[in-house]
C-alpha cells in the first residue's frame, strides 16, 4: 500500500535520530493542496486518496481529530510533524514487541508466536504473508524502516489493532442469520466504527433478503405443503402462487423478515459480548472454540427474543390472499385463536438447529479462508471481500444441509395449524410423519431454492454493503 511513499516521499533512513526533516516537510507538501501552510480534513483526505493510500473516512478523521492539538479545524505543520513522531513511538512498541530475539527484524516465526500468544493461530505461510505485504526489499524480514514506513498513516496503535487490520472479516448477511456476530475493537467501539459497520450489514442484508423474497416464499411453501402424493416443483410453485395472489404475492411475509434483522442482530451482539466475558478470563483472548461457544448462545438468546417474528414471517408466508391484512393482524389472530404458546411453536427444532449451524459453518469458513491464504494469496494476507463471501457462502450452505431437517420440522409446527385436518404434532412426532410418509428426502423438501437464493444474495449483499461502508465512512481493511 505504501510503496509509493517508501520509495519517493520516504527515503528509507539509518535510524530514526538521523532522518532528514525534509522527509516530513516533502509529505506535508504533498497534503498541503493549496499551499497555504496548513491541511483541513479535506485537504488529508484528498492527499491520501492522491498518494494512493485511502484509509476511509473514520481513519482519516481519527489522524486529524489526534492530530489538531489547539483544535482550529487545521493542522499545522508542526502538529502534523508532533502527530507522526507520536505516532512512531507507539508503532516502535508494537515493533519491539514483536521482535522477540531483540535483532532488530521481525520474522515469520515471531509473527506466529506473537500472534499465538494474543489467541490468534496463524499458520508459517501466513506469517510469511504478513511478513511479505511489508517487506520493501524482498528480504523475507521487516525492519524499523519498513515497519515505519507500512504504517505511518495507519491510526493503528498497538498490536490489538494490527491483528485487526490483517484479520480481515465481513458482516454480511446472506439470507440466513449470521452465526457468529462480528467483533470491534474497544476502539472502534468507542469510534462509532462498529455500529456503522452493523448498520452497513443491516442494510445489505434487507436489500439482499427483498431481492430473494420470492425463493424464501417458495421454500416455505414446499416445507410446509410439499409431500409424495402433492409434488411441488420450483415452477408449479411459482406459478400456483402468482395465480392465488398475484405477483406481489412473492414478497408475502418479506417484510417481517426485514425487520427482525435489526432486533436480531442488537441482541446478538449484545449477547455474544456477554458470552465472552462470561467464557474468558480478564485480560484473556477468545479461542476458536469459546468464540463457537458464546456466538452459538448468543444466536440462541437472539432467536428466544425475536422468535415470535419467525412464526408471523411463516404465517404469512403460506397463508392465503386476504387470510391478513399485515403483521399486526396475523399476530391479532393467532393470539385470539390459539393463545401465546403458538408464537413459540418450532422453538425447539429451532434451538437444536443452531448448534450443528453455528459449528459446521464456523469450521468450514477458518478452514476454507485458511486454505485459501496457504494456497492462493501472493501479496497480501487478507483475503478480501469476495473471497470471504465466497467461503461464507460455502460454509453457511455445509451448515444448511446439516441443520436442515430441524429447520423444516420447526416450519412445519410453525405451520400445522393452518392446514385443515393436520394432526397438532411435536417434534419427534412430526420426524416420524415425514420419515413414514415421505422417506428421508422428505427431510430437504424445499432446499433447492434455498440454495438457489444463495449466489444472488451473496452478489447483492456485496455491492450493497460496500457502497453502505463507504457511505458511512467505514475504514476500509
Avoid at 165 to 173: E, L, N, P
Avoid at 192 to 209: E, F, I, T, Y
Avoid at 412 to 433: H, W
Wanted: with cysteine; proline share 4%.
Amino acid at each position: 500500500m505504501l510503496r509509493w511513499l517508501r520509495g519517493f516521499v520516504l527515503p528509507t533512513a539509518a535510524c530514526q535520530d538521523a532522518e532528514p526533516p525534509t522527509r516530513y516537510e516533502t509529505l506535508f507538501q504533498k497534503l498541503d493542496r493549496n499551499g497555504d501552510g496548513v491541511v483541513d480534513i479535506s485537504e488529508l483526505q484528498e492527499g491520501l486518496k492522491s498518494l494512493g493510500i485511502p484509509l476511509g473516512q473514520d481513519a482519516e478523521e481519527k489522524i486529524f481529530t489526534t492530530g489538531d492539538v489547539n483544535k482550529d479545524g487545521k493542522l499545522d505543520f508542526e502538529e502534523f510533524m508532533k502527530y507522526l513522531k507520536d505516532h512512531e513511538k507507539k508503532m516502535k512498541l508494537a515493533f519491539k514487541s514483536l521482535d522477540k530475539n531483540n535483532d532488530g527484524k521481525i520474522e515469520a516465526s515471531e509473527i506466529v508466536q506473537s500472534l499465538q500468544i494474543l489467541g490468534l493461530t496463524i499458520s508459517e505461510q501466513q506469517a510469511e504473508l504478513i511478513l511479505r505485504s511489508i517487506d520493501a526489499d524482498g528480504t523475507m524480514t521487516v525492519d524499523w524502516n519498513e515497519w515505519r514506513d507500512y504504517f505511518l498513516f495507519n491510526p493503528v496503535t498497538d498490536i490489538e489493532e494490527i491483528i485487526r487490520f490483517w484479520k480481515h472479516s465481513t458482516g454480511i448477511d446472506i439470507g440466513d442469520s449470521l452465526t457468529i456476530p462480528d467483533e470491534f475493537t474497544e476502539d472502534e467501539k468507542k469510534s462509532g466504527q462498529w455500529w456503522r459497520q452493523l448498520l452497513a450489514g443491516g442494510v445489505a442484508g434487507a436489500v439482499s433478503r427483498t431481492s430473494t423474497a420470492p425463493l424464501d416464499r417458495l421454500k416455505v411453501m414446499m416445507q410446509v405443503h410439499g409431500s409424495k402424493s402433492a409434488k411441488m416443483n420450483i415452477y408449479g410453485g411459482f406459478r400456483q402462487m402468482v395465480k392465488e395472489g398475484g405477483i406481489r404475492s412473492l414478497w408475502r411475509g418479506n417484510g417481517t423478515n426485514v425487520i427482525k434483522i435489526a432486533p436480531e442482530t442488537a441482541v446478538k451482539f449484545w449477547a455474544y459480548e456477554q458470552y465472552k466475558k462470561l467464557l474468558t478470563e480478564e485480560g484473556q483472548k477468545i479461542g476458536t472454540f469459546e468464540r463457537f461457544v458464546s456466538g452459538s448462545m448468543a444466536g440462541a438468546t437472539a432467536q428466544t427474543f425475536i422468535y415470535p417474528m419467525e412464526v408471523l414471517k411463516t404465517r404469512l408466508a403460506v397463508g392465503k390472499t386476504g387470510q391478513y391484512s399485515g403483521m399486526f393482524d396475523c399476530a391479532k389472530k393467532i393470539l385470539k385463536y390459539e393463545g401465546m404458546g403458538a408464537f413459540y411453536k418450532g422453538y425447539i427444532p429451532n434451538l437444536l438447529g443452531i448448534i450443528p449451524y453455528a459449528g459446521i459453518d464456523l469450521a468450514v469458513y477458518e478452514l476454507l479462508k485458511s486454505h485459501w491464504l496457504d494456497n492462493f494469496a501472493k501479496d497480501s494476507v487478507n483475503p478480501g471481500v469476495m473471497v470471504l463471501l465466497g467461503c461464507g457462502a460455502l460454509s453457511s450452505t455445509c451448515g444448511q444441509l446439516a441443520s436442515y431437517p430441524l429447520a423444516l420440522v420447526r416450519t412445519r409446527m410453525q405451520a400445522q395449524a393452518m392446514i385443515e385436518g393436520s394432526p397438532q404434532l411435536n417434534m419427534v412426532g412430526l420426524f416420524r410423519r415425514i420419515i413414514y410418509k415421505e422417506g428421508l428426502p422428505g427431510l430437504y423438501r424445499g432446499i433447492t431454492p434455498n440454495f438457489m437464493k444463495v449466489l444472488p444474495a451473496v452478489g447483492i449483499s456485496y455491492v450493497v454493503y460496500e457502497n453502505m461502508k463507504q457511505t458511512l465512512g467505514v475504514t476500509q481493511k
